[in-house]
C-alpha cells in the first residue's frame, strides 16, 4: 500500500503562481508511475501531468501545456507541481496519484491505472 499526502494548495491571484508536493510513504517505496488530477466543482476529475518512474516522460493535458510542470525526488519521495500563470479555470481540488510497480508508461487521460490516492488539496484562483 502506498499513502500520498498532498501540500501546498491555496489561493492565488490569476496570474500568479503555485507549487504542490506529494509524498509518499509504504510500499512500494518508489511508485512507477505518478500523477496530478483535479476535479473542479461539478466537473469530473481530470489527469492534469503524469510522470514516469524516473522522470524521464512527463505528459501534460493541453490546458496545462506551458504553465505547469511536474517533476519528482524519488529519494525523497515526492512529487511536485510547479503552477504558474494561473487561470480561474485552474481552481479545483488536486489529487496525487500513483501507480503500482508493473506500470511504466504514464497516463494522463485515463486514471483506469492508478491504483494509490491522496485526500487532495484545494486550488483556488481568483481574477
Known amino acids: 500500500q502506498v499513502q500520498l499526502v498532498e501540500r501546498g494548495g491555496d489561493s492565488a491571484q490569476a496570474g500568479g503562481s503555485l507549487r504542490l508536493s506529494c509524498v509518499a510513504s509504504?510500499?512500494?517505496?518508489?511508485?512507477?508511475?505518478m500523477a496530478w488530477f483535479r476535479q473542479a466543482p461539478g466537473k469530473e476529475r481530470e489527469g492534469v501531468a503524469a510522470?514516469?518512474?524516473?522522470?524521464?516522460?512527463?505528459l501534460y493535458a493541453d490546458s496545462v501545456k506551458g504553465r505547469f510542470t511536474i517533476s519528482r525526488d524519488n529519494t525523497k519521495k515526492t512529487l511536485s507541481l510547479a503552477m504558474s500563470s494561473l487561470k480561474p479555470e485552474d481552481t479545483a481540488m488536486y489529487f496525487c496519484?500513483?501507480?503500482?510497480?508493473?506500470?511504466?508508461?504514464?497516463?494522463?487521460?485515463?486514471?483506469?491505472?492508478?491504483?494509490?490516492w491522496g485526500q487532495g488539496t484545494q486550488v483556488t484562483v481568483s481574477t
Open positions: 509504504g510500499s512500494p517505496a518508489t511508485p512507477a508511475v
Open positions: 510522470i514516469s518512474r524516473y522522470g524521464g516522460i512527463t
Open positions: 496519484a500513483a501507480t503500482g510497480s508493473e506500470t511504466t508508461y504514464p497516463d494522463v487521460q485515463s486514471e483506469a491505472q492508478y491504483k494509490y
